[in-house]
Structures are given as structure tokens and as C-alpha cells.
């Protein structure tokens, strides 16, 4: 006999940190909603709609995961009014890739109730969808004349054939270093959320703390929900690895681990979602890996990415782009979009991996920080789910650029990754990595070029160096070395000015970056200005928009003093030419070079033999105790 099965939770309440977005949730005239508290229930007096990204069903999606095609939508009413179940119809042509021309897609009206109900008894409504040539459905309700409505629960479930029904252990392994505030926040927030939805999550969830920086109070904060695992600093990686040995360490114990980050804002409902697609999903959806899309905290309406890809040249790129969340024409186009594309991996800010594929393939390379994730991607190759409405917001990265970590820890761990996957061209990727160094020369970063050439030269003294090398040392030790940039305020006035740094340049927010075929050839040619003799360079600065190696705007041709600023326009610094800094930086590199063009061959070689090992359950368990003394 067939069971009801939920799908998702309506979300009535908006979320602290966005609160000024509530459209992520519904939408309403401006002051019309509202928490009653005592009664725990959304109070409207306006007309409310939550065809949105994070109540909207997902209909296509689950259609494909999980054959669901006839949802049933519960809600229970107090007050009169209408409820208005609409969609988004699959033959509405929506182009993912193209900008948004304004308008919304037209929605259609699939069936409509009557109600009317008290705080006491109020209406109860189990309104079944035929939803089979839908992308996209949500409700609309519109109170009585003079009447406001309030909302107790609401939820989207399915019939199913119990044998349908998967059984999912779910378990999370988030990483912290001294990170409470984020993370205690989290542990609260997805307590609250488990133990409130009660069965079938309750008793088959736990959540694994990795505490890289064992400043958090394993007592008060473990319990029948949650184990805190005080761990050595062996960055994002070596903790992931330790929160999947505890998921694994009992065979059956969990059927999928789901790896986040700490310093994420966490959607509670995001886990419920996660656990009740696993359960339901079907054929190769059900050994497929799920992945969380990343919101933005300073914009919460920018979805920035839910999965992604390595293209042969050994670059990252985003299978879609980046979609305004708060729109309908997105939220369709979001889910439009196919992320089953070659090469694809999911970042691991939130990421549902099959424990038998860790079983399976392996644990992550021991990389500190950066291309973990990505290797794993690369080597399981698995098929990837998203949804909308699976998320959690972190802070943007542009304006976070590192050379310690987007230069040293990216060139030694990608290069490391094509060794053991096989996921890119070895070739086209150092000719890349050749390019960026130029790049960064032309712009007087000699610090960044610095630190690329320092991670190919790690790369080439094989495993070993990676498996002896004190990464959080290292860490510290080239983080040292960053450039230090300071807001654009504390910045000297007349030297902006110089430059050509004016107001429009420092109001500008784009972040795009898509360079002409004239340009591309022109960075890609082996010019620089330090080979200039001294009469023929510019006295007055000149200034650059970077964005890592790519220049979003300015101008510094011949400038022997460059004003850089970061993306945001917020921060920056002054460089000045130092060409003998120069010349060592160039002769390292045809050094390198040399050592790769001779030894390349038997170092990716190394890499490949040592791959099984370093990434085994016997290593990383020798790993963390050598750095746990």
C-alpha cells in the first residue's frame, strides 16, 4: 500500500541574515507578513505568493531524480481566502545561459481552492498536482476581502510504494579552526532542525565537528547528534578526511556523508531535502552525489554556483552563471541548466558523497587546502544532483585573492591532480601557469609569481615532499608573504589620482571579465615592460583591476608604479617595478622549465604509483597521528 512521503517544507520564516530578502521566501506587499509567534504561524493581510527559490517544488528535478509526477501540496489555513497552485510549464522557452530580459515567465494556473478556517480548526488542505508537464510549481494565496490569513504548516509530499523508498544513514562532516562563533551557530541550527522534523531523519543522521583547531568543548557540545572530533591542523582536506573516517569506520553505519564547510550560514531545511531526494531517488540517481549551491552572504539573492567543472586546459569553470535567485526567470533557468557535464565537481561548502564511493576510491590527497575537492570530483566522476533550494550562503570570494593559496597551494595541487586523474593537458596547464606568471610580472606582482613558481617546484619533488610537508608551517609561512593591501581610503588621494583612479572607477561593481580574441593574443605574447630601457618607462602610475592573474580594467603600460586594486574597488596597494627581482623570478622559471621538460615524465609517474596510498584509509590514519603528537 502506498505511503505519503514528504518532499520539502514550506519555509514560513525568513531567516535572520536575510531578512531584507524575504522574496527568497515569498512575496508580498511590503509590511503584510508577519510572525505570530505564539500561535507559530505566518500572519498575511496581502495578497502572498511562494513560487519562489527556496518554496517552489522542483517538479522537473524530481521528476527526473525520482519519477515523482503527482505532488501533493498539505496546508493548514486560518481565515478565508483562495489557495492558487501555479507552474512554470516545460514548454515555456527559457534560455539558462542568457541574460534576463526583465520579464518573468508567464505562469499557469493549474487549480485553485476556496478555504476558510479558525486558529481553532482551521482548514486542512491535501490538495494533489497533476504536474506532469511542469518545470516549476508553487502556491499563491489571496485572503478575503478584509480578512488577513495565517499559515501553521505547510509541506510537499508524494505517494510512493514503501519498497521504493531507499534507506539513507546520513551523516555531515563539517571542518572548523577557530571558527566558534560560525560553527556553534550551525551545530544549534541543524540540532534544532533534526530533532523537529523527527522521523524518518531523526535516528538516521549524526554530524561530525572536525576540530583542526581543538579550541571547541567536546562535552557540552557532543551528543546523540553530534560528535565533536578534536583533530592536528591538517587544513580543509586532512579534516574531511577524518569526518569520512568516522563516517566509514563501521561498515553500514552511514550511506552517505555529507561534507560543509564552517563558515557557511547553513539552511536547516537543506539537509531535510537532502536526506528525503536520497531517499527517493531512483536508477543512476541513486549512487549520484548531491551538491549544495553557494549563495552569497554580502548579496543573499546571488546563487554563485552549485557546480562546476575542469576544462582540458586545467582551469575551473562554472556550468552556469551566476543567477539572481530572487527573480522567477532564474529560479526557472537554475533549474534548466544540465550540471551533468564532463569533468563536473562539486566544491564542498556542501557536498552528499555515496560512502561507498569513499569505500570505493578512496579519501582526499592530503593538500592542506585547495583542489581537494576538485581531485575527488575528478577521480569518482560521479553524476551530479542539484535542486534549488539546497543551499547554504558563504561569503563571496572575489576580493579574497591569496597568493599563498591562489598561487602556491593551485599550481602544486592542480598539477598534482592532472598526475593522478588525468583530468587536463600536463601541457596546456603549465603554459597556463607560464601565462599567469607573466601576467603577475606585468602588473609587478612579483610575490604572486613568486609563489606559482614555488608551487611547481614542490610539484616536481614528487609525493613525498606533500606526504613530510608540515602544511599548516607552510601555510603561515607563505602567508607571510602576502601582499599586504589596505583600503582604498587610507590610500594616498594624489596618488589614486595620478593613476587614473577616479570615482567611476571605484564605484564600479563588474566583475566580468571576457576578454576580446585580440586580447587574449595580446597577454598571451612574451612582451613585459621590464625589458624597457628606463628613458622609455612613465613616471606617472598607472593603475590595475585584478581579479587573480586577470586584469578586469586599467591602464599600466610602461608604468614603472601601479595602483592595484582588488575586485571590490575596496582594497588595494602600490607596487613599484624592481627589475632585478624581475630577472631572478625569469631565470627560476626556464629552471623549472628545464627540470620538467627532462624529469616531467617520472615525476607525473610517482604521483600515479603513490595515488592508492596517500589517499587510503591506512595513510591518513598514520597522517593525523604523526601530527597529532
Known amino acids: 500500500m502506498p505511503i505519503s512521503f514528504k518532499l520539502q517544507n514550506v519555509l514560513l520564516y525568513v531567516d535572520d541574515h536575510a531578512a531584507k530578502h524575504p522574496e527568497l521566501y515569498y512575496r508580498t506587499a511590503a509590511g503584510s507578513a508577519s510572525v505570530d509567534a505564539e500561535a507559530g504561524a505566518l500572519v498575511c493581510s496581502a495578497p502572498i505568493d511562494f513560487l519562489t527559490y527556496l518554496n517552489g517544488l522542483s517538479i522537473g528535478k524530481w521528476r527526473r531524480y525520482a519519477g515523482i509526477r503527482n505532488p501533493v501540496l498539505h496546508i493548514e489555513l486560518a ?20 541574460k534576463p530580459s526583465g520579464l518573468d515567465p508567464e505562469r499557469t494556473v493549474i487549480c485553485s481552492h476556496e478555504f476558510s478556517g479558525t486558529l481553532q480548526a482551521p482548514a486542512v488542505l491535501d490538495v494533489a498536482v497533476a504536474a506532469d508537464d511542469m518545470d516549476l510549481i508553487g502556491f499563491a494565496i489571496e485572503p478575503s476581502r478584509g480578512d488577513a490569513v495565517s499559515i501553521a504548516h505547510a509541506w510537499w509530499s508524494c505517494e510512493v510504494d514503501p519498497s521504493e523508498v531507499n534507506e539513507v544513514r546520513l551523516a555531515i562532516a563539517t571542518t572548523t579552526f577557530k571558527k566558534e562563533a560560525y560553527i556553534t551557530a550551525n551545530i544549534d541550527l541543524v540540532q534544532q532542525a ?35 572530533l578534536p583533530n592536528p591542523n591538517v587544513g580543509g582536506s586532512g579534516g574531511f578526511a577524518r569526518g569520512m573516517m568516522a563516517a566509514t569506520e563501521v561498515e553500514g553505519a552511514f550511506t552517505h556523508v555529507l561534507v560543509m564547510d564552517d563558515d557557511v550560514r547553513i539552511v536547516p531545511e537543506s539537509l531535510i531535502r537532502t536526506f528525503n531526494l536520497l531517499s527517493l531517488a531512483r536508477g543512476t540517481y541513486r549512487n549520484a552525489f548531491l551538491n549544495g549551491a553557494m549563495l552569497s552572504l554580502e548579496h543573499p539573492t546571488r546563487q554563485f554556483e552549485d557546480v562546476a567543472f575542469v576544462n582540458p586546459t586545467g582551469v ?131 610575490t604572486a609569481a613568486e609563489l606559482m613558481l614555488d608551487g611547481f617546484a614542490d610539484y616536481l619533488k614528487g609525493p613525498k615532499f606533500l606526504e613530510e610537508a608540515d602544511g599548516a608551517a607552510l601555510m603561515m609561512s607563505n602567508g607571510r608573504r602576502n601582499e599586504k593591501v589596505v583600503s582604498v581610503g587610507e590610500m594616498d588621494p594624489g596618488v589614486l589620482a595620478q593613476a587614473g583612479v577616479t570615482e567611476a572607477v571605484l564605484s564600479s561593481r563588474s566583475m566580468e571579465f571576457h576578454p576580446t580574441l585580440w586580447r587574449k593574443l595580446v597577454t598571451t605574447l612574451p612582451y613585459d615592460k621590464h625589458y624597457l630601457p628606463d628613458f622609455l618607462l612613465r613616471s606617472r602610475p598607472g593603475y590595475a583591476v585584478k581579479n587573480g592573474a586577470a586584469t578586469l580594467e586599467g591602464d599600466s603600460a610602461r608604468c614603472r608604479t601601479i595602483v592595484y586594486l582588488d575586485p571590490t574597488r575596496e582594497k588595494g596597494a602600490v607596487r613599484t617595478m624592481d627589475k632585478a627581482r624581475f630577472a631572478a623570478i625569469r631565470k627560476r622559471e626556464r629552471e623549472l622549465l628545464k627540470t620538467w621538460r627532462r624529469d616531467g615524465k617520472a615525476i607525473r609517474a610517482s604521483w600515479t604509483v603513490e595515488f592508492p596510498r596517500m589517499t587510503s584509509r591506512s595513510f591518513w590514519e598514520e597522517y593525523l597521528a604523526a601530527r597529532s603528537e
Open 79 to 98: 481565515g478565508a481566502g483562495d489557495l492558487r497552485i501555479e507552474g512554470i510549464p516545460v514548454s515555456t522557452p527559457i534560455d539558462p545561459d542568457a
Open 194 to 228: 533534526v530533532r523537529a522534523e523527527g522521523a524518518p531523519i531523526m535516528g538516521n543522521f549524526h554530524m561530525f565537528v572536525v576540530d583542526n583547531g581543538r579550541t571547541l568543548d567536546v562535552d557540552a557540545l557532543s551528543d546523540d547528534l553530534v560528535t565533536v
Open 316 to 446: 575551473y569553470a562554472k556550468v552556469k552563471r551566476d543567477y539572481d535567485v530572487s527573480r522567477l526567470f532564474d529560479i526557472c533557468a537554475n533549474e534548466r541548466k544540465d550540471v551533468e557535464v564532463p569533468g563536473a565537481y562539486g566544491a564542498w561548502w556542501f557536498s552528499c558523497i555515496p560512502t561507498s564511493a569513499i569505500r570505493a576510491n578512496g579519501l582526499p590527497m592530503p593538500f592542506f587546502i585547495r583542489c581537494d575537492d576538485v581531485e575527488f570530483g575528478a577521480r569518482n566522476k560521479p553524476v551530479y544532483m542539484c535542486m534549488n533550494g539546497i543551499c547554504v550562503w558563504h561569503e563571496s570570494f572575489e576580493g579574497r585573492f591569496r597568493a599563498s593559496v591562489d598561487c602556491y597551494q593551485y599550481a602544486r595541487n592542480f598539477l598534482a591532480m592532472i598526475a593522478v586523474d588525468d583530468c587536463a593537458d600536463e601541457r596546456l596547464f603549465v603554459l597556463r601557469l607560464r601565462r599567469n606568471v607573466r601576467q603577475q610580472l606585468r602588473d609587478l606582482d612579483y
